[in-house]
């Protein structure tokens, strides 16, 4: 490893690197904002590639690691006021409170002259750009590069993704090298790098790099193996794109921020008095006790008498040992909830309450800032949070690696989770997000993807008709079935989510027993789904050494309870089948969408959102017309189903203006 600290040396490195197929290049940040590309400051860079690793630091501000200091406790203040002599006990030994002292830092390059440097090796679409979490290197070097290196690249961390879903919640660097190398990094140093010495980051820095690189060749190989090239190539594409939408950011309506926050605690207020009274007192919204009691307790004793749906942990274990069950046993938590709206007011207006909460603490409060109140295990704390907004704008996080389905999660905020467009609330934080001067929005929304997934796999006669009609599809669903347009859309989904009876009976408001015979009756009149849904769990069981599913282009979700003798696992495990090739085959056909409209939109347009099937571009006014047809183009123009692929594009000042045209 070399630490490059003169221009020589640096003049060295870019003529190397440019001289190869592919790098590591991986940065440490400092700075109040480290953790945001935006605004972090970069103090080094390392490089690695066959053979060779280079670290460049640009104002690391410590030099050799020279002693700590520590504080003194009581007693020592005490000694050194009556002038006695200091004693090693009279100084705290908490290493918290020690302070590291160090020598004066070497002579540094600076990021002007590093970047400038650099920027020709990063801008050149000939070499491979390689890294753990790359999209955090890419969007940090962006404002010193004057945009994002240059593709093809190579992310490490999806590539663990892409090859096993089920390492999803250990997808580290350290724990990718352990479970591929059987190494394990020996870190000594933590995100906050100016509390060490020199040497000991450039050692960091430089083991991040050269192993990121032997991870590469392990996951390149494997790669190519697992016969996975397609897709991940997919996910190398849409990588650009989400890194170019999250720099861009999404608009914020500060003053319709404001009102939406008095809007809300004031229907916060109202929720509270009417649960009151619907409870006949007042009680802690957020003790899970006092709700228990309150919804379980029979009318007699002073309760609403609901008889509940699903246990706790601690409950379902003492009812496993034979013993008495008491309303403590039973489950408040949003899921047991659901299952239990409608069936009592007071139900439903906690569950609102929990609705509105949930708006103002996704939304409202990171977006605006303020005072945060957090409850956990019926405790409340009330922690100031900072806006997330940077600039009037939003800068998601969109996630590669959220979903086993391959679909986008998000982070500040979580986007996949924005309320529907149609409700009062849904609309108004959709509202948030808007158009600056001089722009529009182009909304586009594909139709019914995942049905007419379902119809184009499964080639059912009725389903497949109904498109090529141009019919709506639930509609002719429900009048095969004998019900309305509402009961033949939640049969449908009922059957692409396996979900059971129950919600069938709560959502169309019919008999448990009626609902099973529903879920029989769609059997028998698509027999076609039917089957196609037992040839993916039968393929996927037979598949080696763990079972597994394939979508459309490619993507695995292993599945070993498949094979499972415990009927409840290997159940679950046959609904994720099918659903992950419904769902991640609309994923994919989402993120072939994007890249092509990110290559097919007009300069000055960008795309700036995706939510589920939906994509959010901003354009200049007098280009508004023709960003909406390539964007149609990208998303219609795919052809990957036997039925035609429906975008619904609008053109509109707001997000939430979407619907309504």
């Known amino acids: 490893m070399r630490v490059i600290k003169t221009q020589a040396q640096l003049d060295e490195v870019v003529k190397a690197y440019s001289k190869v197929d592919a790098f590591v290049y991986d940065v440490e940040t400092m700075g109040d904002y ?59 030994k908490d290493e918290k409170k020690g302070v590291k002292v160090f020598g004066e830092a070497p002579e540094q390059l600076t990021p002007g002259e590093v970047f400038k440097a650099l920027k020709p090796l990063l801008k050149d679409p000939k070499v491979k750009k390689v890294g753990h979490n790359l999209k955090f290197d890419l969007q940090s070097v962006a404002k010193y590069i004057g945009g994002l290196p240059e593709p093809t690249y190579f992310c490490t961390l999806n590539a663990a993704f892409i090859l096993d879903n089920q390492q999803r919640h250990s997808l580290g660097l350290d724990d990718c090298l352990k479970r591929e190398l059987g190494y394990e990094m020996v870190k000594g140093v933590g995100k906050e790098i100016e509390k060490y010495s020199f040497d000991e980051v450039a050692t960091y820095a430089g083991l991040d790099a050269e192993w990121t690189w032997k991870l590469y060749k392990v996951y390149e190989q494997k790669i190519k193996d697992e016969k996975v090239q397609g897709v991940f190539n997919l996910e190398m594409d849409v990588l650009q794109v989400i890194s170019e939408m999250e720099l861009r950011g999404a608009d914020i309506d500060l003053a319709q921020l404001a009102q939406l926050k008095i809007d809300i605690e004031h229907q916060l207020e109202e929720t509270k008095a009417n649960i009151f009274k619907l409870a006949g007192r007042p009680f802690n919204l957020n003790s899970v006790p006092e709700k228990q009691a309150i919804l379980f307790t029979p009318k007699k004793e002073g309760g609403r008498g609901i008889k509940p749906k699903k246990m706790t942990p601690a409950g379902q274990k003492r009812h496993q040992e034979g013993k008495p069950t008491t309303v403590k046993d039973y489950s408040v938590a949003q899921d047991a909830m659901e299952y239990l709206r409608g069936r009592d007011e007071l139900v439903d207006e906690l569950l609102n309450y929990q609705d509105l909460n949930k708006l103002m603490t996704t939304y409202v409060m990171p977006y605006q800032g303020g005072s945060v109140t957090r409850t956990l295990l019926g405790k409340s704390k009330t922690v100031a949070r900072e806006s997330i907004l940077y600039k009037g704008k939003v800068h998601t996080d969109f996630i590669q690696y959220g979903t086993e389905t391959g679909r986008f999660s998000s982070r500040n905020p979580n986007l996949q989770n924005v309320p529907n467009p149609r409700t009062k609330n849904g609309k108004a934080v959709r509202n948030l997000f808007v158009a600056p001067p001089g722009h529009k929005l182009v909304v586009a929304d594909y139709s019914q993807i995942e049905p007419r997934v379902i119809a184009s796999f499964s080639k059912d006669r009725i389903m497949c008709q109904a498109y090529v009609d141009k019919e709506d599809l639930y509609t002719a669903i429900g009048d095969t079935m004998g019900i309305d347009r509402a009961g033949g859309k939640e049969l449908l989904l009922s059957v692409a989510y396996g979900v059971g009876p129950e919600k069938i009976s709560a959502s169309i408001g019919c008999t448990l027993e009626r609902a099973r015979e529903l879920l029989d009756e ?52 046959e609904r994720q089948a099918f659903n992950t090739v419904i769902q991640g085959s609309s994923a994919d056909l989402i993120k072939v969408a994007m890249v092509r409209a990110r290559n097919l939109i007009p300069d000055g347009a960008s795309l700036i959102l995706t939510v589920h099937d939906e994509l959010v571009t901003v354009t200049p006014d007098n280009l508004a017309e023709e960003t909406a047809e390539a964007i149609r183009e990208a998303m219609e123009g795919i052809n990957a189903l036997s039925i035609p692929m429906i975008a619904d594009v609008k053109i509109v000042s707001r997000w939430g203006e979407a619907k309504d045209v």
């Open 34 to 92: 480290r953790g945001d590309p935006r605004r972090n400051q970069v103090v080094w860079i390392a490089l690695a590639t066959e053979d060779r690793t280079d670290v460049i630091p640009m104002g690391h501000p410590n030099g050799e690691y020279i002693r700590t200091d520590y504080p003194l406790l009581i007693a020592g203040q005490r000694r050194l006021a009556k002038g006695q002599e200091l004693r090693p006990d009279d100084y705290s």
């Open 522 to 573: 769609f059997a028998a009149k698509f027999p076609s789904v039917t089957r196609y849904k037992r040839k993916i769990i039968q393929e996927a069981k037979v598949r080696t050494p763990v079972p597994y599913v394939v979508t459309m282009l490619g993507r695995k979700r292993y599945l070993p309870n498949l094979r499972s003798r415990e009927m409840g696992l290997k159940a679950k495990a």
